[in-house]
């Protein structure tokens, strides 16, 4: 049994869990320590380069003869003890002074000259934001290096000692080779920034007189080149005044955090951050230290994916990130220099203490920057003037990190209203359609997709919700609305499943049966001449589906009858070879055949639908981790899988369309719940799939959410058309399996056969009085509708037929029911309607169409001898 298989998978998982955590403990204690050596080792290499750093001077390190310190005596070149700036290292740092001037270039064209003078280079040119803390994008393209280096070039176990490094010869990682791409770049800058001296020793550029450290996390999308996504983290400084972010990877063999004052454009520069470094790094390596057993992390690593001391480590592209803020008001030209300042520090003091001043947009976070990579040779530069033109590419842009959070929140309420407003359509369903026949319409996994989305929008807001700081309120506001929605939905579900089950449990069951009973199907397809075909047809309906407004229906649309979830085009061949059984419709004996009620079926038992909910989670817990897995795929699967989601999400039309096609049922949800959920549904898809610069920086795209959109219109244009041409309109007769029909025409040669409801069959007296009975009975046959009574007394012909009386055994009325005589045409219009006052069972029982809808809102069961019945 598949539940006990399960306990047993589960239990025996909680062992291997057990057993995992018990046996290697040894191992893993002799690990940490052989970790927290390794830190110990690596912490005193940092502190040597620390001293390095205290004591060399600008001009030390130079690539290039005459190099920017000018008036040097000691030679062309020169090297610092540094892993990385070392000579044996090898890097092809010859490149150096072509890095700085790409720089240079950059913060000068940012801030074009005023009257011919540069004033960026004197600290004067116009403000830029102060805290650059922010997300930006933009396309980069790649330029190569003087000197090609490939992984020939360098011989680690020779520069790195005492490391054992896997991969390094082969292709390193981080070593883009496509000629553009997208890059995406998120700096954080410490709230506290550092005032120094300048030291104007007519050294140019000036550095500006402050400085803090930022922190940067950037993804290089290689998607041309090797296809993959690069994640980096850099550490470097800002200065705020002058718009400049200097940043670089770290890693065993390239200590680039200590060399950083040496790759600043100017002396000024240098020293800023050389004090600014020492302070910080010093602090850091004596944490460390002190901390070695408790904290393992490699500081200032770059590597995202392992942030630990290794001693296998595999090499990377190292990168040197120079960037530079743009002045957010070039734009609004007609501000002078020194109002702007002001204008620039009130925007930024409102974001980030509001105090309800008045700032109507704030400007975009622009950025234009060139990522050098010292030892793979080459140079990344983002798109933009000068060199491409500003329509094509503008560099990179984004968000204050302020207006960012701002935007989140907003659009988390935004969202959590969204699924408020779905509940409330829910809710308004739900009070539709209560009862089990309206019910018994509704596809159970059409609500299931709304209810797995919803839980999966639960979950999400739930984990987040506890690392969100500034979007607290919105995130909490949001799960609220999603649990209501998950729960309600899920309420729903169950009164549904609970519906339904009869049903499911039937099918099975005929499916279990239909092998052996298979050939007989097709004959009571021929047998449109017993339109009443309940007793025998029992065995083989396959779903007792309904009729619900079937006077539309083509009145002389015969029973055809084909097992719902089988290969119909083989079911029909195999039902035109049988030899037609000529009576097999008229045996009365076959209503023994039919098919036990579920409950006293000795079969397995049914899906409860705890299973079912069990299922659900499973499948929503294996669609999150593949979404969260896909983040390190190549773009393209990963498109394609969101894609397909969303598409698999937005298919939830689709079994309501089959569900109604299957039960010949027009409508089971209200137009007003169709609409408002395909907008409500499509609403946070249209944020990611169009907006494109929506706080995830996701990459839209448009043509798939047309098409996305397209699919649900089509959908809803199916559900449509099925409402006003009826549920099968575009279905071949036969296609789909009969629906019970519950008002059918009664005629009197089916009498010998059983084929009349009991208590009319052979019941001469019955037919003798009834022309009595009839004229007695006008007074309470009103209940259902007078004139079609009077007018079929009318058309009643003396003959065979007539009308006949029986009571009803709800109201214990008189019920009076037209039955066609022998060989007599139907068709009259008279007889649609008078077929409307009846309604006939499946078990041949017979009431007022009023009478049982009634009793059937409350129960699916005939009223007298409690077998099932299919819900209208
Ligand atoms: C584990 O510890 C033993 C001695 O305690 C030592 O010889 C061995 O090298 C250690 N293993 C590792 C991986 O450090
Ligand atoms: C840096 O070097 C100077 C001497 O050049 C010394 O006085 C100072 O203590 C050193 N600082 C650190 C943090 O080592
Ligand atoms: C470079 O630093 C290392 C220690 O980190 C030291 O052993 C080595 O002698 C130094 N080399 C030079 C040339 O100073
Ligand atoms: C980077 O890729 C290029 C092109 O595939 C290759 O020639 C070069 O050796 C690679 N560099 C490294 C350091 O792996
Ligand atoms: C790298 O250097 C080590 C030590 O100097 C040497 O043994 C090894 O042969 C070198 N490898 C290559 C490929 O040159
Ligand atoms: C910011 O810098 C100050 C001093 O420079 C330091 O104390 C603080 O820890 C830093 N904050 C962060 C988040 O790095
Ligand atoms: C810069 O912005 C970040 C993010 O809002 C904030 O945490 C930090 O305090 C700000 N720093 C300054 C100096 O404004
Ligand atoms: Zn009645
Ligand atoms: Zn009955």
């Not at 057993?19 to 052989?34: D, K, R, V």
């Not at 104007?200 to 007189?209: D, N």
């Not at 009826?726 to 036969?734: D, I, S, T, V, Y």
């Not at 509708?785 to 079929?792: D, L, M, N, V």
Request: net charge neutral; aromatic share 10%; with cysteine.
């Amino acid at each position: 049994m598949p539940q006990q298989q399960q306990h047993q998978a589960a239990g025996l998982l909680l062992l291997l869990f057990l057993l995992w955590n018990l046996f290697p403990e040894g191992e893993y204690q002799n690990q940490s320590l052989a970790l927290s050596e390794l830190a110990s080792k690596r912490l005193e290499r940092y502190q040597d380069a620390l001293e390095v750093l205290n004591q060399t001077r600008w001009g030390d390190f130079r690539s290039r003869p005459d190099a920017a310190a000018g008036d040097d005596d000691e030679g062309p070149y020169g090297f610092v003890n540094l892993t990385g700036f070392r000579e044996q290292d090898g890097f092809a740092w010859e490149d150096l002074e072509l890095f700085r001037e790409k720089g240079l270039r950059l913060s000068r064209h940012a801030m074009p000259p005023v009257g011919g003078k540069q004033l960026w280079d004197t600290a004067q040119g116009e403000p830029v934001w102060a805290n650059a803390s922010g997300t930006l994008h933009g396309d980069w393209v790649r330029r190569p290096g003087s000197v090609p280096r490939t992984y020939d070039s360098y011989n680690l176990s020779r520069s790195v000692p005492g490391m054992d490094w896997v991969g390094d010869r082969a292709d390193w990682a981080r070593n883009i080779t496509g000629e553009s791409g997208r890059m995406m770049l998120r700096l954080e800058g410490n709230r506290t920034v550092q005032k120094y001296d300048e030291v104007a020793e007519g050294s140019i550029p000036l550095s500006g007189g402050s400085v803090r450290h930022v922190r940067g996390y950037a993804t290089i999308e290689d998607t041309r080149g090797s296809g993959l996504n690069w994640e980096m983290r850099l550490w470097g400084l800002q200065w705020p005044r002058q718009g400049v972010v200097l940043m670089t990877t770290t890693s065993e063999k390239f200590e680039g955090i200590f060399g950083l004052p040496h790759l600043a454009p100017s002396a000024d520069f240098f020293q800023s951050a050389q004090m600014m470094l020492m302070r910080k790094l010093g602090r850091v390596v004596r944490r460390k230290r002190r901390n070695l057993y408790v904290d393992q992390n490699m500081p200032w690593n770059s590597d995202v994916d392992n942030a630990l001391y290794t001693a296998f480590p595999s090499p990377h592209c190292e990168f040197v990130l120079y960037g530079q803020v743009h002045p957010p008001l070039q734009q609004d030209a007609g501000v002078d220099a020194e109002h702007a300042e002001d204008v620039i520090r009130a925007i930024e003091s409102e974001l980030q203490k509001p105090l309800g001043a008045p700032i109507h947009s704030v400007s975009k976070l622009q950025m234009s920057t060139v990522i050098y990579s010292p030892d793979c040779g080459f140079f990344l530069e983002s798109k933009g003037p000068p060199d491409f033109p500003p329509a094509d590419s503008d560099h990179l842009v984004g968000m204050k990190t302020e207006v960012h959070t701002h935007q989140v929140k907003t659009w988390m309420l935004v969202y959590a209203l969204v699924v408020f407003a779905q509940v409330g359509l829910l809710k308004d369903q739900m009070q539709e359609s209560f009862t089990p026949s309206t019910m018994g319409r509704v596809s159970f996994w059409t609500i299931s997709a709304m209810v797995i989305v919803d839980g999966m929008t639960f979950t999400a807001a739930a984990t987040w919700v506890s690392s969100a700081m500034a979007t607290f309120l919105p995130t909490l506001a949001l799960m609220f609305a999603s649990f209501l929605s998950m729960t309600i939905g899920g309420s729903f579900l169950a009164k549904i499943h609970e519906v339904q089950l009869p049903e499911r449990n039937r099918r099975r069951d005929q499916q279990r049966q239909t092998p052996s009973s298979g050939a007989s199907t097709g004959t009571t397809s021929s047998a449109t001449s017993a339109p009443l075909t309940p007793n025998p047809t029992g065995a083989l309906l396959p779903a007792p589906v309904t009729a619900p407004r079937s006077s539309r229906l083509p009145p002389d649309q015969g029973p055809v009858i084909v097992p719902s979830d089988q290969d119909i085009s083989a079911e029909i061949a195999a039902a035109a070879s049988a030899v037609p059984r000529p009576n097999m419709v008229g045996n009365t004996t076959a209503t023994t055949t039919t098919p036990a009620p579920p409950s006293s079926a000795p079969h397995r038992p049914p899906q409860t639908f705890q299973a079912i909910i069990g299922r659900f989670i499973l499948f929503s817990l294996f669609v999150s981790f593949l979404a969260i897995s896909s983040v390190t795929w190549y773009s393209r699967p990963r498109a394609l899988l969101l894609n397909a989601c969303a598409f698999a999400y937005l298919s939830l039309w689709l079994p309501q369309i089959c569900r109604n096609t299957l039960r010949n049922c027009r409508r089971a949800l209200s137009w007003r719940f169709v609409l408002g959920q395909s907008a409500l549904r499509l609403l946070p898809l249209a944020y990611f799939w169009v907006k494109h610069d929506n706080f995830l920086y996701a990459r839209t795209d448009r043509r798939s959410f047309a098409l996305l959109c397209a699919w649900v219109w089509l959908q809803i244009c199916l559900l449509a058309a099925q409402d006003v041409l009826g549920p099968r309109f575009a279905l071949p007769a036969g296609w789909a399996p009969d629906a019970w029909d519950y008002h059918p025409v009664l005629r009197e040669d089916n009498v010998e056969a059983g084929g009349l409801p009991i208590g009319l069959v052979a019941d001469d007296t019955a037919a003798a009085t009834a022309p009595t009975t009839s004229t007695t009975a006008t007074t309470h046959a009103t209940t259902n509708a007078r004139s079609p009574t009077a007018e079929k007394r009318g058309s009643v012909s003396g003959t065979a037929g007539g009308t006949r009386a029986i009571d009803c055994a709800i109201c214990r009325e008189v019920l009076e029911v037209p039955v066609l005589g022998a060989g007599e045409e139907e068709g009259r219009v008279a007889n649609v309607f008078a077929r409307r006052l009846y309604m006939v069972t499946p078990c041949r029982h017979i009431f007022h169409t009023a009478c049982l809808e009634g009793w059937m809102r409350f129960r699916l069961q005939c009223p007298i001898c409690r077998e099932e019945l299919p819900p209208i």
